[in-house]
């Protein structure tokens, strides 16, 4: 259910309905929209009894959400969904274009500062790369954990990137969240209902990617349980399923980024590195990327590739990013987007991410 405000709303009217929704028993999701308020109704088995909430001041009307997914819904959220990083300039969703690079995995200090160099040289917003790997192997290279995540945080404050990492249970996510600006949830891990939860809970926004197998309404359904704990700053990540093809490691499902934009209103970025596995289709399938409306780019890159612990074979070399780069912006003038390039730290920033930096040495 949604109870729709009317434009001209007060703040206590909208929070009035919410508290009626939660006397209820339910849950209630104020969305603010460009025109309207929506307050998205869950917890409630069947039909919300309307008419409590109907006679509500302010209320416009109350309609029924028929799609299994709500919160994800365009039905609840008519414009696009923008997520920002507080003390930079730097958004997922809307006309800018968000672009990630670096390493599969942290492999050592020098490894990340040297990716991370040319990555911000290149004109990027956020530095991935792995400090917990879910490997198909137990023998293979799991991740440096916690000292790799520190090595990210002080990758940002060097280079001002933004960081992006894989959270692969509770545990790891609660460390993430204390170094991080993003946390990635795995495609192994597009259906751990538990750590959906968990990640929903926190005040970072959640990079989802598509499970292996997983449908369009189950990576959805998906975002819905994390945004259903209350986390509305969900951005979704296309890398490929899996299919009979077998000239890539993974088939790029590019249809989904149309289908994602009709039916949510949630960003979607597009990882050609895993989608392919190979690295000589990660710039054409960039190109395309773009061209159908993908709000970014997840990218691998090492300076070092033949080296790499994990990943090399679809690793960019750090050249090839930039030139990538230079080919986004200009496709993203033709879908009237636009790649603003690098990471603006905004004055509030400095002493923000220095208290957090105390905080975590
Ligand atoms: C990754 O981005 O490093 C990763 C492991 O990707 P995925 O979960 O899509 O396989
Ligand atoms: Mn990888």
Not at 6 to 33: D, Y
Not at 305 to 318: E, I, M, W
Request: glycine share 8%; charged share 25%; proline share 4%.
């Amino acid at each position: 259910m949604l109870v729709v405000m009317k434009a001209q709303a007060t703040p206590e009217e909208i929070q009035a309905v919410c508290e009626q929704i939660e006397l209820l028993g339910f849950r209630a999701h104020a969305l603010p929209g460009a025109q309207r308020t929506a307050i998205g109704i869950t917890g409630n088995q069947g039909e919300v009894e309307r008419g409590s909430l109907e006679t509500l001041s302010g209320v416009a009307d109350v309609i029924r959400v028929s799609k299994p997914y709500k919160l994800v819904s365009r039905d609840v959220k008519e414009e696009d969904t923008v997520v920002r990083f507080p003390g930079t300039d730097v958004t997922v969703g809307g006309r800018n274009l968000a672009m990630v690079g670096g390493p599969c995995s942290i492999e050592s200090r020098e490894q990340a500062f040297a990716v991370a160099e040319k990555i911000a040289e290149a004109g990027a917003h956020f530095f991935r790369g792995g400090a917990y790997k879910p490997r198909t192997s137990p023998y293979a290279f799991q991740g440096m954990g916690e000292a790799g995540l520190q090595i990210m945080a002080e990758v940002r404050d060097k280079f001002g990137l933004r960081i992006v990492t894989e959270a692969i249970d509770n545990e790891s996510l609660a460390l993430v969240e204390q170094y991080a600006d993003m946390i990635q949830i795995g495609a192994r891990n597009m259906q751990n209902y538990s750590l959906l939860k968990r990640a929903g809970r926190s005040k970072l926004p959640v990079l989802l990617k598509r499970g292996m197998s997983a449908t369009l309404e189950e990576f959805l359904m998906a975002a819905e349980y994390v945004m259903s704990e209350g986390n509305y700053n969900v951005i979704l990540c296309e890398r490929g399923v899996r299919t009979f093809a077998d000239h890539t490691r993974n088939t790029l499902d590019l249809s989904i980024v149309p289908a994602v934009h009709q039916l949510s209103h949630l960003p979607i970025l597009v990882d050609p590195s895993h989608g392919t596995g190979k690295r000589d289709k990660v710039l054409p399938l960039s190109r395309a990327a773009i061209a159908v409306g993908a709000d970014g780019l997840m990218i691998e890159v090492h300076h070092q590739p033949d080296k790499a612990l994990s990943d090399g074979p679809q690793s960019l070399y750090p050249e090839q990013f930039a030139q990538l780069m230079d080919e986004a912006a200009q496709i993203a003038e033709v879908v009237h987007r636009h790649l603003q390039r690098g990471v603006e730290l905004t004055e509030l920033a400095i002493p923000l991410a220095g208290a957090k930096r105390s905080a975590i040495r």
